[in-house]
Nanobody, 130 residues
């Protein structure tokens, strides 16, 4: 059973930094995609950053140059957030792509380009005050 557990959220003043962590268990894929999303009250969920099994990251335009996604294989996912702005206030979720196919006894998850995430954490709140 795949479990994703976020931590590291909190309250910070504008310009500050936070590091989010996501502990991942049971996620065993030969290729995969993991991501951070956020959702602010009254707004749609936004894909913030992704990283694939080759370590290639992508970022939303709103966080480029300020946020950095990283991973320890499939065990831990991180989001380093710098120069935080009040508009970064949201619930942040980590997510992992679900099963795309199996071959030769190995499991392959959807690529990041599919934006198909079958596993989600419960979220951690980030609040940035001006």
């Amino acid at each position: 059973q795949v479990q994703l557990v976020e931590s590291g959220g909190g309250s910070v003043q504008a310009g500050g930094s936070l590091r989010l962590s996501c502990a991942v268990s049971g996620y065993t894929y030969s290729t995969y995609c993991m991501a951070w999303f956020r959702q602010a009250p009254g707004k749609e969920r936004e894909e913030v950053a992704t990283i694939d099994s080759d370590g290639r990251p992508t970022y939303a335009d709103s966080v480029k140059g300020r946020f950095a996604i990283s991973q320890d294989n499939t065990e831990n996912l991180y989001l380093e957030m710098n120069s935080l702005k009040p508009e970064d206030t949201a619930m942040y979720y980590c997510a992992a792509a679900g099963l795309a196919f199996e071959y030769g006894g190995r499991r392959y998850a959807y690529a990041c380009s599919s934006h198909d995430f079958g596993y989600w954490g419960q979220g951690t709140q980030v609040t940035v005050s001006s």
